[in-house]
């Protein structure tokens, strides 16, 4: 079927290492058992495992919404990036100087954007960026 993807992920073993890890961190926080450091060491590896079956699985997604032909699916990074950028010009280039105008002609000074939550659409949008770099390098990106 066109837009299914196989991930190679046996979800039952994700879920049941899930379970087990939250069994053992469980029993570690509430001190019924003590975990000796090669025990420590599996769940800690268990917990890498799926972190990494999650981000395959993300990647995956990512990939399928960037290769629609849709804008509402594959436009909404764009649509997200340029919200942070008009925000930003708005923050840090436009309101200063409205902020001044307004004081000077006896105005009330118009409302501020919150800066931190742009930084965090930003942080998140950088971080796909660096991919998207990574990707233009090795030669996988996709050209339009």
Not at 76 to 85: I, K, L, S
Not at 93 to 109: H, I
Request: glycine share 10%; with cysteine.
């Amino acid at each position: 079927m066109a837009g299914i993807v196989d991930l190679n992920v046996d979800v039952g073993s994700v879920l049941s290492g899930i379970g087990q890890l939250a069994k053992d961190i469980r029993a570690a926080i509430t001190g019924e058992a003590v975990i000796d450091p090669a025990k420590k060491a599996e769940i800690e590896m268990k917990l890498l495992e799926i972190e990494n079956a999650y981000l395959k699985a993300q990647t995956e997604i990512n990939k399928i919404e960037a290769a629609s032909s849709n804008l509402f699916v594959s436009g909404w990074r764009p649509a997200a990036g340029w919200t942070c950028v008009v925000g930003f010009a708005y923050t840090f280039l436009l309101y200063p100087f409205v902020c001044w105008f307004s004081r000077l002609k006896g105005l009330e000074v118009p409302p501020e954007i919150d800066a931190a939550l742009l930084v965090n659409l930003l942080f998140g949008m950088l971080g796909l960026a660096g991919m998207r770099t990574y990707e233009a390098k090795t030669g996988v990106k996709r050209v339009r």
